[in-house]
C-alpha cells in the first residue's frame, strides 16, 4: 500500500487534523515507512506458535481468605480525637 497526496488529504479529513505544507512530504514518508514495516510483519508464518492465553499452566492461583490481625486499626484509632468501638465517631450532621 503506498501513501500519496490523496490518501493523506484522506486522512488529514478523518482526523479533522491540519497538516502544513511543508510537513506534507515527510509525513508522507514516514506513514509509508510505518505501512512497509507492518506489511512486512504480516509476513511472517505464525502458523507453529501457538498462542499464548496465560503464563501460568493450570490457571491463577487463589490466596486464602484470612481475617487479619486488626493491629493498623488499633494504631489508626489511636490517632483519632473519638472513637466508638472500631469506629470514628464524628459530630452528627443530620438531625
Given amino acids: ?10 486522512l488529514e479529513k478523518l ?3 491540519k497538516i502544513n505544507d511543508e510537513k506534507r512530504n ?3 514518508n514516514q506513514l509509508s515507512e ?3 514495516f507492518v506489511e512486512k ?3 511472517l508464518d505464525l502458523s507453529s506458535l501457538q498462542a499464548t492465553i496465560n503464563t ?3 490457571g491463577t492461583p487463589f490466596r486464602k481468605d484470612e481475617v487479619k490481625s486488626s493491629e493498623v486499626i488499633d494504631e489508626i484509632l489511636k ?4 472513637t466508638n468501638g472500631h ?5 452528627k450532621i443530620i438531625e
Fill in 15 to 17: 482526523s479533522a487534523l
Fill in 1 to 10: 500500500m503506498q501513501i500519496d497526496e490523496k490518501l493523506l488529504s484522506k
Fill in 26 to 28: 515527510e509525513l508522507v
Fill in 34 to 36: 510505518i505501512v512497509n
Fill in 79 to 82: 490517632n483519632a480525637p473519638k
Fill in 87 to 91: 469506629f470514628f465517631a464524628v459530630p
Fill in 41 to 43: 510483519l504480516n509476513e
Fill in 56 to 58: 501460568i499452566e493450570g
